[in-house]
């Protein structure tokens, strides 16, 4: 047991020393690409599939027009006819969709696509708010990089969450989006983020999937498989609102882990489809934000039989560390990157355990933001 946990938390070590390396290229070189020139917003369409109460439908409309936007088609999947109605009125140049029974965020998306006459849309979740000063850049990074899916950065915005609980929701958010993410983009396996991002709108119809847990993820396997491109911009691009309660905030975390253990059977399609280099990034991702956490649980139990264990866990979270703080500007408080490392493990393992009963109906995660 003690040498398959030191074999285990070396190989992990090892991956995430390659990840924090190639994250920090990532970000440098993305800034000096970055363009000033001034793009055409008119030629996008904005695509909005929202199951939320009025004011927050409404806010996200407000928002994206004083950026610039035009053109907006929403999809209001559920809830009341008279909340169409009244955005109807409210926003005359907006083409709304109402789904009276809630087909669910994809089926969603798939109707205002078909309405878009645009060649690339702007997706977005209707609680995400766009950071007016870096829209412009964000949009002409993807014309002149000539991609087919770019995706952003987002900043978490704390309600009512408990001080202590944000600080471990927001660094984990750094850690999958800053390091993780921006080390698969590296290699041109970047996974989509389906709360922002700038798209094809012909070849995001040809690969998502309507009854995928995790569709970001399968959505990006599909997109690999098909040799579309994807990239990060690395820069916070959008805000969103974090879960107000540790409940809430395991809920969404045992979503995740139920979803990946699904996509495991999915992986061989990426190996068949793609080379080695490319299908090891992207699986390494589940390792490093999935895998390496239920180790480390492990790992630390195991540490008191086998105190050389201690050691690596050390070593691991040096690394992680450094790769949080390089990502962080302005840099996170240092209190908030160790209770992340020192609690995270534990939240992971138990949404771990807790995921069987999501997946068979018995846990169910009462989605607000869609």
């Known amino acids: 047991m003690q040498y398959i946990l030191v074999l285990l938390l070396v190989i992990q ?7 924090v390396i190639q994250s920090i290229k990532q970000r440098r070189l993305c800034n000096l690409q970055s363009s000033t020139s001034k793009p055409d917003l008119d030629s996008f369409d904005v695509i909005i ?9 409404r806010n996200c409309l407000l928002n994206v027009l004083s950026v610039g936007f035009n053109n907006i088609i929403l999809c209001i999947d559920g809830g009341s006819e008279s909340v169409a109605s009244c955005l109807m009125k409210e926003f005359p140049t907006v083409k709304i969709l109402y789904n009276e029974k809630s087909l669910g965020k994809i089926k969603a998306q798939i109707g205002c696509l078909h309405l878009s006459t645009k060649r690339n849309v702007l997706i977005l979740d209707a609680d995400i708010t766009l950071i007016k000063t870096k829209v412009e850049s964000f949009v002409s990074y993807f014309i002149e990089s000539n991609v087919d899916f770019l995706c952003p950065y987002s900043v978490g915005i704390s309600t009512s969450m408990n001080s202590l609980l944000f600080a471990v929701a927001e660094t984990d958010r750094h850690m999958r989006q800053r390091v993780v993410r921006a080390g698969r983009d590296a ?4 996974n989509l983020s389906g709360y922002c991002m700038l798209a094809n709108r012909e070849k995001y119809i040809d690969i998502i ?9 399968i959505a990006t396997i599909n997109l690999l ?14 805000s969103e609102i974090e879960r107000t309660s540790l409940k809430s905030y395991l809920l969404q975390k045992t979503r995740w882990s139920a979803g990946n253990i699904v996509l495991v059977k999915s992986y061989n399609k990426l190996f068949k489809a793609t080379d080695l280099t490319k299908a090891f ?7 490093l934000w999935y895998w390496s956490l239920w180790v480390d649980f492990v790992a630390f139990l195991s540490g008191f039989a086998y105190p050389v264990l201690f050691v690596f866990l050390i070593i691991e979270g040096v690394v992680k560390l450094i790769g949080l703080v390089s990502a962080s500007k302005p840099q996170k408080r240092l ?3 160790i209770l992340y490392i020192l609690l995270e493990p534990v939240f992971s393992t138990v949404c771990l355990a807790l995921s069987p009963y999501y997946l068979t109906g018995r846990i169910v995660e009462q989605k607000t933001r869609r």
């Not at 290699?187 to 970047?190: A, C, L, R």
């Open 49 to 57: 599939a929202a199951r939320e109460n009025i004011e927050i439908i």
């Open 209 to 217: 999937d309507t009854d995928a847990i995790q569709d970001d993820v």
């Open 335 to 337: 209190t908030s990157i």
């Open 13 to 19: 070590i090892t991956i995430l020393i390659v990840f």
């Open 281 to 287: 990034a992207f699986t390494s991702s589940f390792l």
């Open 225 to 238: 498989n098909k040799q579309y491109t994807v990239k990060t911009y690395h820069q916070p691009v959008c």
């Open 187 to 190: 290699y041109g396996v970047s």
